[in-house]
C-alpha cells in the first residue's frame, strides 16, 4: 500500500472549511479538524462499521432531504454541514434523542458508579432537556444483573448502544453478549444467563456510556475524584498491554486500558483487568528461613547474607554450573539484570523459560514481525497446539481483526480451539506436531514458488512424509503453501512446541527478513525477551537433568515454579528435594516453597517499578501504585544481596536502565526518560544468515493402544494471581473438550462431570465436545497435569 | 434425534454460501424437534451451525414465530390487527378466550391449546383470519371457534415429538 | 390444500392476474404462453434487459416506488452477486404478493430467473414472510418443477447460465421488510436495519452486491419482457406505468385484491371494484397505502391511485393496501392500534424509534381511556415530530406519520375522549376492544408434559 497519495476533500462545518481524508467519519473530521464536538454514544470506531443506532450525531447536510448520522456518514467534497451549534433542526433533534434516551434512564447519578465519569451524564448537562415531559412509569428491570462474577448489569440505565454486543460478537468474537428480544422490550443477556464466559468479557465495562455495565468489583468503591489513575504496562503476559491502575487509599481498584494503538488497541484481557494478587495479607512479607519448626521469619541482612555466603561457597566447591538461577520471564529488565551479573559471576546455570526452544527464538529476530504486522498481514497462519489467546491476551483479538479485513486466516493444530470456526484453512494435525507442519510448509512453499520465495530450503523430507508425519493433508498443505508463496504480507504467529529450526527454515523460504510480513513467537513469560536480553536465557527442561544427577547443589527460584508449571512437576520435586540449597523468591507460598531452605518476598505486577520488552521487542515502563508488601523492593535488595557477593548491581531501576542502555545491544538507544507512556518500537532487524538446514522432525508422540494423546497447553487464565481470584474462578473452571466421535463412543453429552486419568494424576471438568477436535485426543484447560502428548483416559464421573 | 436434528441443519446450510444463514430454517427444525426453543434446543442449534448459543437466542428472541416458552400441543393465532379488528376480530378473540377460559395470550389448562393475538398475518381482505398451526383459516366467524377448538382437542399435532 | 377464498374476478385489463382460480403447474402455465418471456430474455445482453426495464418506467412494488430499471443498473453483471425477492408483506392491510404466490407462482419465478440471467447471479432468494407456510410449500413446488424442465439448476438453453432460487422463510417481523433487515436477516443476523452506504448493490445478501425487489415488481418483469417496455409504459399515468395489485379491505362489500391500471382512482377501487360501503354506513376515512401511511378523507375519493398522484393528496401510494374506514369506527382506537403495531414492532436499535413508538402508544393508550388531557395530544404531535426524520430506517416515520394524521383529521374524536373521560363510541362499533400482542410477552408456562 503506498501512502503517498492520500485523496482528500474539501467540506465546511458550521461554517469552517476543513480538508481531510477522503472516507473520513463526519464525526472525527468535525472533530479533529474542525474543533467542533458532535455528540456520540454508539459510535466507537474499534467496534468495527458505525452503526447508527444511537442517533445522538444527527446533522444537517445541505441538499439532503433530512437530518444525517455524523458518524455513518464520510465527509463529501464541498458538503456544507451545519451541527446542533449553527443548525435549529438539528438542535431540536439532538434534544429530541436526549429526551428518548432520559425517557427510561433512571435518575439515579449521585449513587451510580459511572457518576462523574459518564458521557449520558455529560451530554445531558451539556445539551439536555431541562425537565422530562414523561409522566408515565418507567420501565423497571431486575437489577444488579450479574452478567458474570466480574460484571454486573443494570438495565435500567442502558441506552441500547450495543457497543457491548458488538464487542463480544465483533471484537472478541465470543458472542456471548447479546441483545434479545426486540423494541422497547430489547434487553442485553447472556445466554440462559450463564456468565459471560469470555477473556476479554472486562472490555465491556469501559465501553459502556452509562452505568449499565460496571466491574463487581469496582462498585461502590470510589467516586472519580477521590483516585488517582497511574500509568502503566501490564504485566500479566508478553503483549504489553499499557493501562491506567486505579488507586484509592492504597489500593489497586480498578485496571482501565491506557490504549496504546500499536500494543492492545485499547483492550485488555481479563486476567489483565481482574487478576489481583491478594489478599496482602497471605504475601511473603519477610525473609524466611527454614529452621526445626518449618519456616520462620529472619532479618534482611542476615538473610540477604546468608544466602550470599551460601551461593559463593557452593559455587567455588563445585564450580562453574554447580549454582542455577531460574527466573520465569516476569522479572523487569533490570531485576534481571542484577540476577543475570550475580549469576555470572557465580558461574552459574540460569534457566528463563519452561522449554529451552524459546531461548533460540533471538536467532528469527530478522523475521521478527510487530504487532501491527498483523493489522495488514494479507495472510496469518497460526501454529501450534495453544491459542494464541492463551500465550499473549489481546494478540487473539488482533489476528481476528486482521480475518474480519480479509487476511486468509490459517490455523494448523489438534484443533478445538476457538479460531477455527471462521478461519479459512483449517489443518488438523496431531498434537504437538507445529515442527513437522513448518518443516512441511516451508518445503511446500519452496516447490510452490513465487516472487518473494527464496526456494532453497534443505529438505529433511517430502511435503509427503512431513506432512504424514504431522498428521495433515498434503493437499491442504499444498494449498496453504501456494496462499502463502503469493501473500505480500505473511505473519507466523507460533504458540508452542515448535522448534527454532523449522520457523527460520520457512520464514528464510518466504523471504520473511525481507518482507512486510515477519514471524510472532509468543512466549510465555511476560518478560522473557527481556529476561533473555539480558543473559537470562534457557529453558527450564534442560536444567532437569542436571538437577537430577545432582551436578546443581544450589538453586534460586526467582518467579519460576517448575511444581506448579511443568509437565515434568513430580521429577521436579524429587529432584529438588535432593539439592542441598534451595531459594525461593515467590509472592506466595508455591510449589517450590515447601522445599525451600530460604524464602523472599516478590514484587508483583502494581509493586514494580522498571521496564519490561513486550514480545515484539518493544521497552515500556511499569510503574508502581504500591511499596511492596515487604517494603523493599526487589531490586533493591538484590543490589544488596550483590554486595554480599562483591558483585555490582544496581539498585535503583532508573540507573540500571540506563546502564543496560549502555551496555546491552537490545536497549541500544533507549533512556529512561525518553521511553514515554507510549513507548515507540525501537528495534532493528538483524540480517538474516541462511538457515542452516531443516532437521528432521521428531515424530508426535503416540498415545498407548485404547488411550487419548493429552494437549494440555497452559491457559492464560492461570498463575498465581489468576488462581486467587474469586471473580475469575467461572473462568479457569476446568474443562475437558473431546472429539465429537470420542463422546459418542464413550456416552459422554456435553456439560457432563468426566475424569481425565493420566500418569500423573486424574484431573475432573465438564466435558465439551468438539467436532473439530482431532479424535483421539482430550483437550484440558489445565497445565502441569501431564505434557501434551501423554495417554489419558476419559470416563464420566 | 439430535443427530437428525444435525443433520437437517447441514442441509440447510447447504442452501447458503454463508453457514450463518442457516439459523432461521436450523431454528424452525429445532422448534419443531422440541416443542420450543429451549435452552437445549438453542445449543443443539448452535452446535449444527457452529455458532455462540447466544447469537442463537438473540435471533431467536427477535421473532415472533419462535417459542421461547413451552407451548400447547397446538397454537391458535388470531389477527388483531386493523383490517380485522375492524370487522370483528376483538369479538372473535373473545369468544376463543371464552372457549379456551384462558386469556391470550395464554395455554389452555390441559396444555392442548395455546392461544395468542398477532399482528397482520396478510390477508386482511379474507378475514377475519385465524392461523391454526401455521395453517391460515379465513372468514373466521364465531360460530366457527367451537368447531375448530373441538378438533384441536381431538388431534395431536402431528409429525412432532414434543420433548 | 383447501383453496384461498374469493379470488377477483377474471379481468382482461390485468397483466399479473387476467385469469380466475390458479395455475399453479407448469404446464398450464406453458400452455398460456409461460416461460416465453424467459425464452426472449435469454437472447438478450445484460445491457438490453436493463434497457428495457428502464423503458418500462416500472416502478417497485414493494412501497417505496422505487424505478426497477434504475435500480438494476446499479448492478453490473459479474459474479458472486445475488438476487433477493422481498416477499415480507407484513405492512398492515396488504396481502396482495400473497395472491401473486398463490395464484400464479410460475410467474414470479420466471421474472426471477429473467433477472438472475440479467445479472448473471450466484442465486436467488425468496425471503417469503414465516407466516405465509402455504405460499413457502407452493414456490417450492414451482421451483421443484421448474428445476425438471430445466429453468433452475442445469444450463439455461444456449447458455453456459445455470440459475439457482431458494426459498428463504422469515419468522414474524415486520421490520425485516425493510431492505437492509430483511438482508441483515438474511445473513442470519437480528433483523435489524443498518446504514446505507453501504447500500445492497454493493454489500448485501452475504456481503455481496445484491439486487433487492418486490415480488410484485419480479413478478412483473415477464410481462414487461413479453410485450416490451414501451408497450408496458403505455398502460398507467406517465409517471407511475402499469397496472398493480391493491389490497382492498376493512369496511367495504366486496374486499380483495384488485390489479388496477394506474391511472384509475380510489373511486374505481373502492367504489368500483369494492361495491362501496356496507348498507347503512359511510365513508370516514381510508388508508391509501398500508397502515403507515397518512390517512386520506372522503372528499379524497377521487384521488388517483399513481404515485404521484397520492403524494400530491398528502400521503403515499405505499405497498397499495387500501383499508376502509365507516363512519361508527374510533379514531382514536384506531390511531392507538396502528401505533401498537409499529412499537410491537420497532426493532429497537435506535433510540427514537424505540423509545418514540412506545411513548406514543402508551399516550395514546391513556387518550382512548378517556385519561388523556387536551396537552397530552400536543405532545402527541411534539413527539411525532421528534420521530419522524430522526430514525435509522422509516419506520418510525411508519408510526408518526398515520398518528400525527389520525389526530390532524380528527381531533376533535380526541378532544371529546379528554372531555368526556371514555370513548364516545357505541358498544356495537368496531373495533371495542383492543388485543395488540403484547410487547414480546413470554407465553405463560405449559403444565407438565
Ligand atoms: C418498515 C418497512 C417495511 C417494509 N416492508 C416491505 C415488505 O413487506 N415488502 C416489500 O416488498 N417491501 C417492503 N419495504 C420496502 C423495502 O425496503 C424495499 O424498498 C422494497 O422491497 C424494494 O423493492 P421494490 O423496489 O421492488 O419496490 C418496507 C420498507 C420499510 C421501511
Ligand atoms: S448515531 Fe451516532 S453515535 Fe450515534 S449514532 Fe451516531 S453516533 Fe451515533
Ligand atoms: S389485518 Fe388481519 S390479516 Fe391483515
Not at chain 1, 253 to 262: K, P, Q, Y
Amino acid at each position: 500500500m503506498s501512502a503517498t497519495q492520500i485523496d482528500t476533500v474539501t467540506l465546511t462545518v458550521d461554517g469552517r472549511e476543513i480538508t481531510v481524508p477522503k472516507g473520513t467519519p463526519l464525526v472525527v473530521a468535525a472533530a479533529e479538524h474542525a474543533g467542533i464536538e458532535i455528540p456520540i454514544f454508539c459510535y466507537e470506531p474499534r467496534l468495527g462499521p458505525p452503526i447508527g443506532a444511537c442517533r445522538m450525531c444527527l446533522v444537517e447536510i445541505e441538499g439532503a432531504p433530512k437530518l444525517q448520522a455524523a458518524c455513518t456518514l464520510s465527509c463529501g467534497d464541498g458538503m456544507v454541514v451545519r451541527t446542533a451549534g449553527t443548525s435549529e433542526q438539528a438542535k431540536e433533534a439532538q434534544d429530541a434523542v436526549l429526551e428518548f434516551m432520559l425517557l427510561n434512564h433512571p435518575l439515579d447519578c449521585p449513587v451510580c458508579d459511572k457518576g462523574g465519569e459518564c458521557p449520558l451524564q455529560d451530554l445531558t448537562f451539556k445539551y439536555g432537556p431541562g425537565n422530562s415531559r414523561m409522566t408515565l412509569p418507567k420501565r423497571t428491570y431486575e437489577k444488579p444483573l450479574p452478567i458474570s462474577p466480574s460484571i454486573v448489569l443494570d438495565r435500567e440505565r442502558c441506552i441500547l448502544c450495543y457497543r457491548c454486543t458488538r464487542f463480544s460478537s465483533d471484537v472478541a468474537e465470543d458472542g456471548e453478549l447479546v441483545a434479545r428480544e426486540r423494541g422497547a422490550a430489547s434487553v442485553i443477556a447472556t445466554f440462559d444467563e450463564r456468565p459471560y464466559d469470555g477473556v476479554f468479557s472486562g472490555n465491556v465495562t469501559e465501553l459502556c456510556p452509562v452505568g449499565a455495565l460496571l466491574p463487581t468489583a469496582y462498585r461502590f468503591k470510589a467516586r472519580p475524584w477521590e483516585i488517582v489513575n497511574v500509568p502503566t504496562v501490564c504485566t500479566g503476559c508478553a503483549t504489553g498491554c499499557n493501562t491506567w491502575s486505579t488507586l484509592r487509599e492504597n489500593r489497586v481498584e480498578r485496571i482501565l486500558s491506557r490504549n496504546h494503538a500499536a500494543v492492545d488497541e485499547g483492550w485488555l484481557c481479563d486476567k489483565g483487568r481482574f487478576a489481583r494478587y491478594e489478599p496482602r495479607d497471605e504475601r511473603i512479607a519477610t525473609p524466611l528461613v527454614r529452621g526445626v519448626a518449618g519456616l520462620e521469619p529472619a532479618e534482611w541482612d542476615d538473610a540477604l547474607r546468608t544466602m550470599g555466603q551460601r551461593l559463593r561457597h557452593q559455587s567455588a566447591a563445585f564450580g562453574e554450573g554447580a549454582v542455577a538461577v531460574v527466573t520465569g520471564g516476569n522479572l523487569t529488565n533490570e531485576e534481571a539484570a542484577g540476577w543475570s551479573a550475580i549469576a555470572a559471576d557465580l558461574k552459574a546455570r540460569v534457566a528463563s523459560a519452561p522449554i529451552a526452544a524459546a531461548a533460540e527464538w533471538e536467532r528469527i529476530d530478522a523475521c521478527l514481525a510487530p504487532l501491527a504486522a498483523i493489522d495488514t498481514a494479507d495472510a496469518v497462519v497460526v501454529i501450534g497446539d495453544q491459542e494464541p489467546g492463551d500465550r499473549a491476551g489481546t494478540v487473539e483479538l488482533r489476528i481476528r481483526k486482521a480475518r474480519r479485513d480479509g487476511a486468509h486466516l490459517a490455523i494448523t493444530g489438534p484443533g478445538g480451539s476457538g479460531l477455527e470456526a471462521d478461519a479459512a484453512t483449517f489443518i488438523r494435525t496431531h498434537p504437538a506436531a507445529g515442527s513437522a507442519m513448518l518443516a512441511a510448509l516451508a518445503i511446500a512453499v519452496a516447490e510452490a514458488g513465487g516472487e518473494h520465495v527464496r526456494s532453497d530450503a534443505k529438505p529433511a523430507g517430502s511435503v509427503e512424509e512431513l506432512a504424514a508425519l504431522a498428521g495433515a493433508d498434503v493437499a491442504q498443505v499444498r494449498e496453504l503453501a501456494g496462499t502463502l508463496a503469493r501473500a505480500e504480507r505473511p505473519v507466523l504467529i507460533v504458540t508452542d512446541h515448535v522448534a527454532v529450526a523449522e520457523i527460520e527454515a520457512l520464514a528464510w523460504v518466504l523471504g520473511l527478513d525481507r518482507g512486510a510480513g515477519g514471524v510472532l513467537p509468543l512466549p510465555v513469560g511476560a518478560n522473557e525477551r527481556g529476561e533473555r536480553a539480558v543473559g537470562l536465557a534457557g529453558g527450564w527442561d534442560e536444567l532437569l537433568p542436571a538437577l537430577e544427577a545432582g551436578e546443581i547443589s544450589a538453586i534460586v527460584f526467582v518467579g519460576a515454579d517448575p511444581v506448579l508449571d511443568s509437565a515434568d512437576s513430580e521429577r521436579w520435586q524429587m529432584a529438588l528435594a535432593q539439592t542441598e540449597f534451595v531459594v525461593v523468591v515467590a509472592p506466595f507460598t508455591n510449589g517450590v516453597t515447601a522445599q525451600a531452605q530460604l524464602v523472599l518476598p516478590l514484587d508483583v505486577d502494581h509493586e514494580r517499578e522498571g521496564t519490561i520488552m513486550n514480545l515484539e521487542g518493544r521497552v515500556q515502563r511499569v510503574r508502581p501504585s504500591l511499596a511492596p508488601v515487604s517494603g523493599v523492593p526487589l531490586i533493591a535488595w538484590t543490589s544488596r544481596l550483590a554486595g554480599f557477593l562483591d558483585v555490582q548491581v544496581q539498585g535503583n531501576p532508573g540507573k540500571a536502565f540506563d546502564q543496560l542502555a549502555a551496555t546491552r545491544p537490545a536497549f541500544a538507544g533507549l533512556s529512561w526518560k525518553g521511553l514515554g507512556e507510549r513507548a515507540d518500537l525501537h528495534r532493528e532487524r538483524p540480517a538474516a544468515a541462511a538457515p542452516v538446514g531443516v532437521p528432521a522432525p521428531t515424530a508426535p508422540i503416540a498415545a498407548e493402544p485404547g488411550a487419548l494423546r493429552l494437549i494440555a497447553p497452559r491457559p492464560l487464565m492461570s498463575g498465581a494471581a489468576v488462581a486467587r481470584t474469586e471473580s475469575l474462578a467461572h473462568q479457569r473452571a476446568p474443562w475437558v473438550m473431546i472429539a465429537h466421535a470420542d463422546a459418542q463412543a464413550g456416552g459422554i453429552t456435553r456439560g457432563d462431570e468426566v475424569v481425565v486419568r493420566h500418569a500423573a494424576g486424574e484431573h475432573i471438568g465438564t466435558a465439551r465436545i468438539s467436532r473439530r477436535l482431532l479424535p483421539g485426543t482430550v483437550r484440558i484447560n489445565w497445565s502441569g497435569a501431564a505434557g501434551t502428548g501423554a495417554s489419558a483416559t476419559v470416563e464420566a464421573q | 434425534m439430535s443427530d437428525t436434528l444435525y443433520d437437517e441443519i447441514q442441509r440447510e446450510i447447504a442452501k447458503y454460501p454463508d453457514r450463518r444463514s442457516a439459523i432461521l430454517p436450523a431454528l424452525r427444525h429445532a422448534q419443531e424437534h422440541y416443542g420450543w426453543l429451549s435452552p437445549e434446543a438453542l445449543e443443539a442449534v448452535a452446535d449444527g451451525l457452529d455458532l455462540p448459543p447466544a447469537r442463537c437466542l438473540a435471533v431467536a428472541s427477535f421473532y415472533d414465530m419462535f417459542f421461547l416458552q413451552p407451548v400447547g400441543e397446538h397454537v391458535v393465532e388470531v389477527c388483531t390487527n386493523l383490517s380485522c379488528a375492524l370487522i370483528g376480530a376483538d369479538r372473535l378473540l373473545r369468544e376463543f378466550e371464552r372457549e379456551l377460559d384462558v386469556k391470550a395470550p395464554g395455554t389452555s389448562e390441559d396444555g392442548k391449546i395455546t392461544l395468542r393475538c398477532v399482528e397482520c398475518l396478510g390477508g386482511c381482505g379474507w378475514g377475519p383470519v385465524v392461523s391454526v398451526d401455521e395453517e391460515y383459516e379465513e372468514h373466521f366467524k364465531i360460530e366457527d371457534v367451537a368447531p375448530l377448538l373441538e378438533r384441536l382437542r381431538s388431534t395431536s399435532r402431528p409429525s412432532e415429538s414434543h420433548a | 390444500m383447501p383453496e384461498s377464498p374469493t379470488f377477483a374476478q377474471p379481468d382482461q385489463n390485468a397483466l399479473l392476474l387476467p385469469f380466475a382460480g390458479s395455475r399453479r403447474e407448469i404446464a398450464e402455465y406453458e400452455a398460456n404462453g409461460g416461460y416465453s418471456a424467459l425464452q426472449t430474455a435469454l437472447g438478450m445482453t445484460s445491457e438490453q434487459l436493463v434497457d428495457e426495464m428502464i423503458a418500462s418506467n416500472l416502478r417497485g412494488r414493494g412501497g417505496a416506488g422505487f424505478p426497477a430499471g434504475r435500480k438494476a443498473s446499479f448492478l453490473a453483471a459479474g459474479l458472486d452477486r445475488y438476487l433477493v425477492i422481498n416477499g415480507d408483506e407484513s405492512e398492515p392491510g396488504t396481502f396482495k404478493d400473497r395472491e401473486i404466490m398463490l395464484r400464479n407462482p410460475h410467474m414470479l419465478i420466471e421474472g426471477i430467473i429473467i433477472y438472475l440471467w440479467m445479472i448473471r447471479g450466484a442465486g436467488a432468494y425468496i425471503y417469503i414472510r414465516g407466516e405465509y407456510a402455504k405460499e413457502a410449500s407452493i414456490l417450492e413446488g414451482a421451483i421443484a418443477q421448474a428445476r425438471a424442465k430445466g429453468y433452475i439448476g442445469s444450463p439455461l438453453p444456449g447458455t453456459d447460465y445455470v440459475a439457482n432460487v431458494y426459498v428463504h422463510r422469515g419468522a414474524g417481523a415486520y421490520i425485516c421488510g425493510e431492505e437492509t433487515a430483511l438482508l441483515a436477516s438474511l445473513n442470519g443476523e437480528r433483523g435489524q436495519p443498518t446504514a446505507k452506504p453501504p447500500f445492497p448493490a454493493v454489500s448485501g445478501a452475504f456481503k455481496k452486491p445484491t439486487l433487492l425487489n418486490n415480488v410484485e415488481t419480479v413478478a412483473t418483469v415477464p410481462v414487461i419482457i413479453g410485450m416490451g417496455g414501451a408497450a408496458y409504459a403505455g398502460v398507467g399515468t406517465e409517471q407511475s406505468t402499469g397496472t398493480k395489485m391493491f389490497s382492498l379491505s376493512g369496511h367495504v362489500r366486496n374486499p380483495g385484491n384488485y390489479e388496477m391500471p394506474l391511472s384509475a382512482t380510489y373511486r374505481d377501487l373502492i367504489e368500483g371494484k369494492g361495491g362501496g360501503m356496507p348498507e347503512g354506513r359511510t365513508l370516514k376515512a381510508f388508508v391509501p397505502g398500508g397502515s403507515s401511511m397518512p390517512i386520506l378523507m372522503p372528499n379524497q375519493l377521487d384521488t388517483g391511485l399513481a404515485f404521484e398522484a397520492v403524494v400530491a393528496a398528502g400521503s403515499m401510494a405505499g405497498s397499495g393496501a387500501v383499508i376502509v374506514v365507516d363512519d361508527r369506527t374510533c379514531m382514536v382506537r384506531f390511531a392507538l392500534r396502528t401505533a401498537e403495531f409499529y412499537m410491537h414492532e420497532s426493532c429497537g436499535k435506535c433510540t427514537p424509534c424505540r423509545e418514540g413508538t412506545r411513548w406514543l402508544t402508551e399516550l395514546l393508550r391513556k387518550q382512548e381511556a378517556g385519561l388523556g388531557t387536551l396537552a397530552e395530544i400536543d405532545l402527541l404531535l411534539e413527539i411525532c415530530n421528534r420521530v419522524e426524520g430522526n430514525c435509522l430506517c422509516v419506520l418510525g416515520d411508519a408510526c408518526a406519520m398515520p398518528v400525527r394524521s389520525h389526530i390532524n383529521n380528527f381531533r376533535a374524536e380526541f378532544e371529546e375522549h379528554c372531555r368526556l373521560g371514555r370513548c364516545p363510541c357505541p358498544d356495537d362499533a368496531p373495533m371495542t376492544e383492543l388485543y395488540p400482542p403484547l410487547l414480546k410477552a413470554p407465553l405463560p408456562m405449559v403444565h407438565a408434559g
